[in-house]
Each structure stands twice: as structure tokens, then as C-alpha cells.
């Protein structure tokens, strides 16, 4: 049968969509558990998956956080949605990377042993590019090496003699031909390295040279997660954030040592997007972490491009991640500043769905502050409400995951959400099964039940209609019923859910005879 594009939903008319993750056991479960819901009984046989936003999400988590499906799972997490609800996975929080070779280095020391020789060795390796089969030169930038700032002095020397090749054409414009300083340390970045940093980057500054490369042993957040983004490889965040608008101040792009190859990227990405919507998904979300955000765009503008419009590509954005740009270093406390801007960014690429998550598994986080001790939440609901808003003026549906908790599945639905992705407030504690035995750090996973599916079910549900209902009576009687099922001291919840969906089932009658449906 013809999948429905998950863009499409109408979360005005039908509240937001509900997200459960499953490898595929509890498919089932998730689907029934949909039909046996408010929405879907009072819509009667015209209920499909239209109306009923429930979103079968093909998942495996294990201890390294959100791991793709593969084709045991497709077999059964699809033909469990087929007809029924929408299904969607995840192909990869990570992007998979590929470093580029570095550019040509050469190390400054070596040019007193000979200079016109070390200077000859420059021009001839910019020459293949001004001699191209087809007389257009290439760009090249190449790099030129020191451990310390003691060779200040060499680089003053040595620039002028290698520009000067310009008016020799042996090196093309500027614009495609240039310098780059690197700065190497063998081992993690101190203060006292900084402040050689700095010095190399006013030098840059003065001599017209537009980049200044840094690299160092990896930092302890680097080295757990692989890599992460740009220059966090081996400065802190705050460090790189003061250099970098330093460098916009001296027009010195400060850069990681390093640089990833991000059309490779894009298509990793876009193999498993095209496996998913090969084997009948509705939509599939992708993560961009660890690239920068001009490498994201570059990578959204692909994937929504390969993808097309008959078929929903969901970039994702990290709450729990710094977002690292040209000059800025966003960091926890702008997250929501960073969220805007890389909305504004997908919604410029074509997308029309986001996912705003926070999925790091080293240091873990949950989507929504709690106010309690201990509060690992990040965003408060008032930052969700603006974001929200934020996104419907792009014509953005944006999804919200990171372990959303029954009252707060009630509180997202009341502010309008697009939808929400819960897995553990609808599932209980099972044996290790399946493709995640392999997995040494899982003691237990968590397998969707009926009961729960329908609890998060009808709490976002009776949340959006407590928003959008006149009538208080009604409101009333949803928000006293919904509170009994989010009471962590309710033992019959089965009860309770079927308690608040008596009430449920009116009220969306209600709210679609005030539309006009």
C-alpha cells in the first residue's frame, strides 16, 4: 500500500503523534494499543493512520544509546504498522565520518637548512593546481607547521617570499590559493599554550593569512565519544568559544587540525534513509553530530534534495551538545539560542520535520527539567513553548525525545507540541532478547506494554484538547483525570486510562465539530 507521508499529519485537528521505540517485539502491542485509543474509537472505521498519530519507531537501544535496525527488525516492525500507524527509525545519531587527508604541511624549522629549496617545494606543490587538464586552477590551501610561537619570526620572513610567487603565477588568487598556520602540541592544550595560540593568530592577522589550524592531544570528552566537533577536539568550550570570536575580530578563522569529509557524510546518511524508505517507512530521522553547523547545511540541503518531497527526512538537533559555527561555540546554557538558529538553517534546506533530542550516552541528560535535586533536564517547558512557536512560523512540525515523563507528556501535549517520541514511560523491564544479547553493558531492555502505550497515549492527547477546548467543563474533567493517571501512587492504571478516556472520547467530538471537520 501507498505510505502517507508523515509530514502530513495534521496535528491541528488531531493532537500531537506519538512516538514508541520498539526492535520490533512490541510492535504489535504499540499498534492495537492505538486503535484502543479515544481518538481512534471516536473516529470509528474512518480511523487510520491520519488521525490516530501513533508512530511505530524501529529502534535498538543499547548501552551505547540508539543503535539502527537492521533487516530482522524491519521484518517486524513494519508489517506491524503497515496500514495501521506510521513507522519511522532511527539511521544514525552519529554521522558516520570520514577525516579528509590533510593538507600539504610544511614545517617551518626546515627552511633555514635551505630556503629557496623549501620555498621551491611550496610553489611545486601548488603547481598541479594551476596546471589543471582544463586550465582552471583548483584551490589548495596549504599548511605551514610550528610547535611554538618561536617561529613567529621564520613566518614573517617566509610569507611575503611565498606571495610574492603570485605575481609569478605560481600561485593562483588568494581566493583560491592559500597559507594556513598550524600549531601543533604533543599534548592536551595548556593556558600557558593558549596564550601561543593567540600570538600566532595576531601574526596571521597582520600577514593577511586567514587561518590559523590548531591540534593537541584529544580531550576527554573527545576521546569517549571518538571525536566531536571542530576544535572541542582539543580545546574546552570555553577556551575555543574566546578564540574564535577573537579570530572574527582579526578575520582568522580559527579551525581544528583536521576537517571532515562532508559529502561522504551525506552519503552515508542517505544509504541508510534509502533503506528505510525502501522498506516502507513513513520517515526516518538522521543526527549530524559531530559536524558543524556550515557541514550540517551542507548535508540537509543533500539529503532533502536525494530524498525528495514524497518522503520525510528528519534532521535532528542535540539539546545535550554544544552546536559549534564559524565563530560561535553554543554551548548548554544558549541551547535554545542554537536550536533557533539551526532551525532557521533545516527550514532553509526544505526540511519540514526536526527532532530535538538528547541522546549522549557518556553524560546523560534528559529533555525537561523536573526542579528536583539531582535535575539532569535541560530545557524548562516555557523554552519548549517558544520553540514551538518558533517552528510552526517556518512551517516546521518539530518532535521532542529524551525521556519525557507521564506528567510531561501531559504538559507538551497542553503547549501544542507537533509530537513526541517516549519509549521507557510506556515500557517495563524485560530480559535481554534478540540482537542486543551481544551487548555487555545491558543488564535489562525495555519492552513497550498496551497499558503504557495508551497511558502517554491519551496524556498528550488530553493535554493538546485541554489547550484547544472552550468549553472548561470539559478541561476540568480531562486535567482531574489525567492528574489520578500521572500520580505515581495510582495502582489500577489501566483503570485510570480508560477512566480518562471515557471523558477523551467526547471531547474529541467536541473539538472537531469546533473545527468543522
Not at 244 to 265: F, I, P, T
Amino acid at each position: 500500500m501507498t505510505r502517507k507521508a508523515l509530514e502530513a499529519y495534521d496535528n491541528r485537528r488531531f493532537g500531537p503523534i506519538v512516538g514508541v521505540s520498539d526492535e520490533g517485539s512490541a510492535a504489535k502491542t504499540i499498534a492495537k494499543a492505538a486503535y484502543k485509543s479515544a481518538k481512534a474509537l471516536a473516529m470509528g472505521d474512518d480511523a487510520d493512520e491520519m488521525c490516530v498519530g501513533m508512530i511505530i519507531d524501529g529502534e535498538r537501544m543499547g548501552s551505547a544509546g540508539e543503535i539502527p535496525i537492521g533487516p530482522d527488525e524491519y521484518d517486524h516492525v513494519v508489517p506491524a504498522a503497515n496500514g495501521w500507524t506510521f513507522c519511522t527509525t532511527n539511521v544514525g545519531v552519529r554521522v558516520n565520518t570520514r577525516l579528509y587527508q590533510p593538507l600539504p604541511e610544511f614545517f617551518v624549522p626546515d627552511a633555514k637548512a635551505n630556503e629557496e629549496e623549501w620555498l621551491e617545494s611550496i610553489f611545486q606543490e601548488f603547481k598541479p593546481f594551476i596546471d589543471t587538464p582544463d586550465g582552471y586552477p583548483r584551490p589548495l590551501t596549504i599548511r605551514l607547521v610550528t610547535r611554538s610561537d618561536a617561529c613567529v619570526k621564520a613566518f614573517r620572513n617566509l610569507v611575503p617570499k611565498i606571495e610574492a610567487g603570485r605575481g609569478k603565477k605560481r600561485l593562483a588568487s588568494p581566493a583560491l590559493h592559500r597559507l594556513s598556520f598550524l600549531i601543533e602540541f604533543d599534548r592536551e592544550i595548556t593556558a600557558d599554550d593558549v596564550a601561543e595560540i593567540r600570538k600566532l593568530m595576531q601574526a596571521a592577522s597582520e600577514m593577511k593569512v586567514p587561518e590559523v589550524a590548531v591540534d593537541g592531544r584529544l580531550v576527554e570528552a573527545a576521546r569517549r565519544r571518538i571525536s566531536i566537533q571542530g576544535v572541542l577536539n582539543v580545546l574546552d568550550a570555553d577556551t575555543a568559544q574566546k578564540l574564535l570570536e577573537e579570530g572574527e575580530k582579526l578575520d582568522v578563522q580559527l579551525v581544528y587540525h583536521y576537517e571532515m569529509d562532508q559529502q561522504s557524510a551525506a552519503r552515508t546518511i542517505w544509504t541508510g534513509l534509502h533503506a528505510a524508505r525502501a522498506r516502507g517507512l513513513t520517515a526516518a530521522k538522521y543526527g549530524l553530530f559531530p559536524m558543524k553547523l556550515e557541514q550540517q547545511t551542507h548535508i540537509v540541503n543533500e539529503i532533502q534534495r536525494w530524498m525528495g518531497k514524497d518522503w520525510t527526512a528528519i534532521p535532528a538537533f542535540y539539546v545535550d551538545t554544544a552546536l559549534v559555527t564559524k565563530n560561535e561555540v553554543y554551548q548548554g546554557d544558549r541551547c535554545v539560542e542554537a536550536c533557533r538558529i539551526w532551525m532557521n538553517m533545516i527550514s532553509d534546506a526544505g526540511a519540514k520535520v526536526a527532532l530535538i533530542d538528547c541522546p549522549d550516552r557518556i553524560v546523560k541528560h534528559r529533555l525537561l527539567r523536573t526542579g528536583g535535586a539531582n535535575d539532569i533536564g535541560i530545557l524548562n517547558l516555557p523554552d519548549v513553548e517558544a520553540l514551538t512557536r518558533h517552528a510552526e512560523t517556518l512551517g516546521l512540525k518539530a518532535l521532542w525525545s529524551g525521556g519525557i515523563r507521564p506528567d510531561q507528556a501531559f504538559e507538551l501535549g497542553k503547549l501544542g507540541v507537533a509530537g513526541i517520541f517516549t519509549t521507557g514511560s510506556t515500557a517495563r523491564p524485560e530480559a535481554v532478547h534478540g540482537t542486543m544479547k551481544s551487548d555487555k553493558q545491558l543488564a535489562f531492555q525495555g519492552e513497550p506494554t498496551g497499558t503504557g502505550v495508551r497511558r502517554i497515549h491519551a496524556l498528550v492527547g488530553g493535554g493538546y484538547l485541554c489547550r484547544v477546548l472552550k468549553d472548561q467543563s470539559i478541561v476540568t474533567g480531562i486535567d482531574a483525570k489525567a492528574r489520578v493517571l500521572v500520580d505515581g501512587d495510582t495502582k489500577d492504571v489501566e483503570s485510570a486510562v480508560d477512566s480518562l478516556n471515557e471523558t477523551l472520547h467526547e471531547a474529541w467530538k467536541a473539538h472537531w465539530d469546533s473545527i468543522g471537520t
